[in-house]
């Protein structure tokens, strides 16, 4: 009887079990339901953001649709690009030139928009080329590379490019202090002779080219990241400094030695203020401002041979350190203005600065000591408060309109949600793996959009297929509309994403360019109607003046051309209608394809390497009849007398 | 004699017919699909049809010729064989006329590139037909 109670029992305890089991299961399909419709974007319907993710050692911009993940376009800015030509037709090629010469390759980090107001307003993209120090700055009517500007006196351009509130600035620090000017020395020498630079990048604000206000001459530390203020603060932007034992070697132990580092507050007004005054120096530099022609659609290499240098020893009321634990790497402001919050990576709490607190510090000169002149706030007295406990490797922070700050941690993997109010930790969840930055759409503005947080990680392992060793980089969407943080998806990112930004998809639509004019082509090399198709000589260099519509090429059959000779293909897609770009391409090639927009002139040089007769052909799907788009040049002996002759139809 | 007078009502009847039909050629021929429902024609403007024909080299000349079948059809006598409006239509409007009319559509299945859409403006188009006119009244 006993046997028979205890196999009921057991029995019944099973049923439990199974029951319980079945019901778990249940509650999380329904989550995972709820989750996959708030992600799902259906056929033909549109995402409501674009994200913009750097590219990380890529050297791009990934566009993404978010909430869905699905990646829309890249956009080339720091390397060639194949896909379309960028850095191979000799009209983008002058945009990455710099002071090194042809540099077609960069690290790129941190996508910043432009803001007026202190609001996102779908103007511009900003981001920084960490690697040979450069700002480019993507017009978003054509998602194109605009303006690259080489910063000089720098090396590792990583606390950039942050824009102040109305983008009157976007700002370069350089991580890797260097010799300024650079010279011959030894590299035991660093302390005291190495130097930071804090460069302010003006952005006029009707065609947003890109030129240099100022730089500021900083103690060689290693200035990490950046923010600048935005309404009551405006006017102030904020750099963190980490390695202040001036380390040169060893750093993960030699430059982890001091309890606080700092960030460095820099009062761009009174900078402004001295440039004005005659305080600043002009030295010599010699860097490149590349910037795109509207007209011609030709990008143009300008050499730079002076910058304003302004040290804070002759400008009083400049710079300020304020002392941040430890080895701190972002420093985000929050919507209001008023708190600066540094992400003290290997501390795990979170001391939050005032920014009132820091005028009346810096009002009483309630200094404990200075470093290389710069006065050192007392850290007590501009303390706003402290997040004990938060987590392991705080690094980011982004923030919502209710007064929470999210904070992506590194070492334990995950995104806290705290509040300004009482610094307390209200919500935490895991991220897979690794978490660097963190984004939410307008989070570092003052009008942030309380929909979700991006975690962007640096580790993968298991996330996706595995694909060889290499694999892509993970990022995990969060729902942050209610109380509590709720992970909706999970999905891959190309190159190594640092940070992104994101914003409302109407602010971009609404400015978009379909075609380019054909009226408006004024590149020297255009040929806008198949009436005006020739060949010309001139020397060895042979100019066909081509043009591209479904389906052909005018002209297709090229003679006269010789071996020494080099030949420019300019080819103008005389298309008028959306989304019919035309490609181009020639055997032996040693440059990419061209792939030329309706209206737009683009060029790329070919040097035959033998005699012979070579196809050409358009490397776009076009139309029904898109495989007949092609055609034939003719390369004779270099003694040939074979006059240049062109033709299409005959 | 009846036979006569059922002879003669059926002559009558098919020469009314004949002269309604006449009358109502042009104005029977399709319109097409797009901003152009109605357009009066007007004696031919000379400097009109010249605007057009620079027009016309800019944007169409790439896959039209006049007098002979090129990537699109030859297009001496279209002023007879389309409506006005049709034309317009055609050039203002090719992606729909290609979906919803049926001489569009046939027109694509035989020149299997369809027409491009090269966003002349209205005024543009208008200059273009009186172009063609022109073509055609010589």
């Known amino acids: 009887m006993k046997k028979r109670l205890g196999l009921l029992g057991f029995v019944l305890a099973l049923v439990a079990i199974v029951a319980i089991t079945v019901q778990a299961q249940k509650t999380e399909n329904r989550l995972a339901s709820n989750a996959a419709e708030q992600v799902y974007v259906a056929p033909g319907e549109y995402d409501k953001f674009y994200g913009f993710f750097s590219g990380g050692f890529n050297g791009q911009i990934s566009v993404v649709g978010l909430p869905s993940g699905r990646t829309l376009r890249t956009i080339p800015v720091f390397s060639q690009w194949a896909e379309n030509g960028y850095g191979y037709s000799e009209e983008t090629k002058p945009m990455l030139m710099t002071s090194q010469g042809f540099v077609p390759w960069d690290d790129s980090h941190h996508p910043e928009l432009s803001q007026t107001d202190g609001a996102l307003d779908g103007r511009w993209l900003f981001i920084n080329g960490n690697n040979t120090p450069r700002i480019a700055r993507i017009d978003l009517k054509t998602f194109e590379t605009h303006d690259i500007i080489e910063i000089p006196n720098a090396g590792g351009n990583h606390s950039s490019p942050f824009t102040t509130m109305n983008s009157e600035y976007v700002v370069a620090g350089t991580r890797f202090s260097v010799p300024i000017p650079q010279k011959d020395m030894s590299i035991a020498d660093y302390k005291s002779n190495f130097k930071g630079t804090l460069s302010f990048i003006k952005v006029n604000p009707d065609d947003g080219d890109l030129s240099i206000a100022f730089q500021i001459l900083m103690p060689g530390f290693d200035y990490d990241l950046a923010h600048c203020g935005k309404g009551p603060s405006h006017g102030w932007c904020f750099f963190t400094a980490y390695n202040t034992e001036e380390a040169h070697s060893l750093l993960e132990v030699n430059a982890s030695q001091n309890d606080k580092d700092f960030v460095a507050a820099i009062n761009w007004k009174i900078a402004e203020q001295c440039v004005t005054d005659g305080k600043a120096e002009t030295v010599a530099a010699n860097y490149a401002d590349n910037h795109m022609d509207d007209a011609t659609g030709i990008a143009v290499s300008e050499m730079r041979d002076s910058v304003t240098l302004l040290d804070p020893a002759n400008c009083e009321g400049l710079a300020y350190f304020l002392p941040t634990p430890k080895s701190p790497h972002g420093v985000d402001v929050d919507p209001t203005g008023e708190y600066i919050v540094p992400g003290g990576k290997l501390s795990a709490t979170l001391a939050i600065h005032s920014f009132s607190k820091m005028l009346k510090a810096i009002e009483a000169k309630d200094f404990t000591g200075d470093s290389y002149g710069i006065p050192i706030l007392n850290f007590d007295n501009i303390l706003a408060g402290q997040v004990e406990k938060a987590c392991l490797g705080p690094l980011h922070n982004e923030f919502d309109t209710k007064g929470f700050v999210y904070t992506s941690c590194f070492l334990s993997s995950e995104i806290i949600k705290w509040n300004l109010k009482n610094f307390e930790v209200v919500d935490r969840v895991p991220t897979f793996y690794s978490i660097g930055h963190l984004m939410i759409p307008g989070g570092d503005t003052m009008k942030p959009y309380d929909t979700f947080v991006v975690a962007l990680n640096k580790i993968t392992k298991d996330r996706y297929l595995p694909t060889g060793p290499e694999l892509v980089q993970s990022a995990q969407l969060y729902d942050i509309s209610g109380d509590k943080m709720q992970m909706l998806s999970d999905f891959p990112t190309m190159g190594e994403p640092h940070y992104a930004q994101a914003i409302p998809a109407e602010l971009v639509t609404e400015n978009q360019l379909r075609i380019y004019p054909l009226e408006s082509n004024q590149h020297p090399y255009a040929t806008k109607k198949e009436a005006d198709v020739k060949v010309e000589r001139e020397g060895s260099d042979v100019h066909v003046y081509m043009t591209a519509i479904r389906s052909h090429f005018a002209p297709d059959n090229i003679e006269g051309v010789k071996l020494g000779d080099t030949v420019y293909f300019h080819v103008t897609n005389l298309e008028q209608d959306w989304d019919i770009p035309h490609g181009f391409a020639t055997y032996g090639m040693n440059e990419a394809n061209l792939l030329i927009m309706p209206g737009q002139t683009l060029t790329v040089k070919w040097t035959p390497k033998e005699v012979g007769v070579f196809p050409f052909y358009c490397t776009d799907f076009c139309s029904a009849l898109h495989q007949e788009m092609q055609g034939y040049i003719r390369v004779s002996p270099a003694d040939s007398d074979i006059a240049l002759s062109w033709n299409l139809g005959q | ?138």
């Open chain 2, 1 to 138: 004699m009846k036979k006569i007078v059922i002879g003669l009502s059926f002559l009558v009847t098919l020469v009314i017919i004949g002269i309604w039909g006449f009358a109502q050629d042009n104005a029977d021929l399709p319109k097409g699909v797009g901003p152009i429902e109605t357009l009066e024609l007007t004696e031919l403007d000379p400097a009109l049809a010249e605007t057009g024909k620079v027009t016309f080299e800019q944007f169409c000349s790439a896959c039209h010729k006049i007098e002979e079948r090129y990537i699109g059809p030859a297009l001496l006598g279209v002023t007879e064989r389309r409506a006005p409006e049709w034309i317009m239509n055609m050039i203002l409007n090719p992606d729909v006329m290609i979906q919803e009319d049926d001489t569009a559509y046939e027109l694509f299945a035989e020149y299997l590139t369809p027409m491009a859409n090269q966003h002349v403006s209205e005024e543009q188009a208008r200059s273009i037909l009186e172009y063609f006119r022109s073509n055609d009244a010589q």
